[in-house]
């Protein structure tokens, strides 16, 4: 069976300082793969997409970045964080064409 | 562009009690519609999801939802709600090409003993 994990679950870092969020896939292959940012009360808001190794696609200008290095692996970035950052951080997968998305655990991400 | 509509923010539901949750969406097309449900501090899990056909699809923990074309609505509804149900649920609408899937604001249920 298909499993997802994303981690850290819970982060506190201060404003400048750098993140990395890491999501990974087992048991599937050639996902496409989401990172997106829930804020209270506001839904889940698409930050990135990937339907490939090194394709990345933007949704929202910020100061975040996402890569795929791995077909199952999913990293969201940022070189210096803004209070405006904080959030809680879903990654999830889907398979090819439509469907539904898998998503992990989340990882709540406070900057101060 | 896309967009869902969920009008309720919060809702409370006496356990027992029959339930609706409402969903608009805007699309040129037919989309693909999902009901997703989150506990707190978690990651989602779907619910049920709408493809095409038979307009009232089923889903797991025995809710429903039905597809409305005039109305561009799918509602979500189940007859008896139990206290585990108390979470935050989001309807979600994707496009034809599969990669972007666009999320309402969510709707929390609270549930009275």
């Known amino acids: 069976s298909q499993t997802i994990h994303q981690w850290p679950a819970t982060l506190v870092q201060p404003v400048g300082s750098p993140l990395s969020l890491e999501c990974t896939v087992e048991?599937?292959?050639?996902?496409?793969l989401y990172w997106y940012r829930q804020a209270a009360g506001r839904g889940l808001q698409l930050l990135f997409y990937?339907?490939?190794?090194?394709?990345i696609s933007s949704e929202v200008p910020q100061n975040l970045s996402a890569s795929r290095p791995q077909d199952r692996q999913f990293i969201l970035s940022s070189k210096k964080l803004l209070l405006s950052d904080s959030g809680f951080y879903l990654c999830?997968?889907?398979?090819?064409?439509?469907?539904?998305?898998?998503f992990g655990e989340g990882s709540r991400l406070t900057v101060l | 562009a896309q967009s869902v509509t969920q009008p309720d923010i919060h809702i409370t539901v006496s356990e027992g009690a029959s339930l609706e949750l409402r969903c608009n969406y805007s699309?040129?097309?037919?989309?693909?519609l999902f009901w997703y449900v989150q506990s707190p501090g978690q990651g989602l899990q779907l619910l049920l999801k709408?493809?095409?056909?038979?307009?009232l699809v089923q889903g797991i923990k025995g809710f429903e939802a039905e597809f409305k074309r005039s109305q561009s609505s799918f509602n979500l509804r189940k007859p008896s709600v139990h206290w585990s149900d108390a979470a935050e649920y989001f309807c979600?609408?994707?496009?034809?090409?599969?990669?972007?899937?666009?999320f309402g604001a969510g709707t929390r249920l609270f549930v009275k003993a």
């Open positions: 999830a997968w889907s398979k090819r064409g439509p469907g539904e998305l898998f």
């Open positions: 048991g599937t292959s050639n996902p496409n």
């Open positions: 990937s339907v490939g190794i090194g394709q």
């Open positions: 699309y040129g097309a037919t989309p693909y």
């Open positions: 709408y493809f095409s056909g038979d307009t």
């Open positions: 979600a609408v994707q496009a034809a090409g599969g990669f972007k899937t666009i």
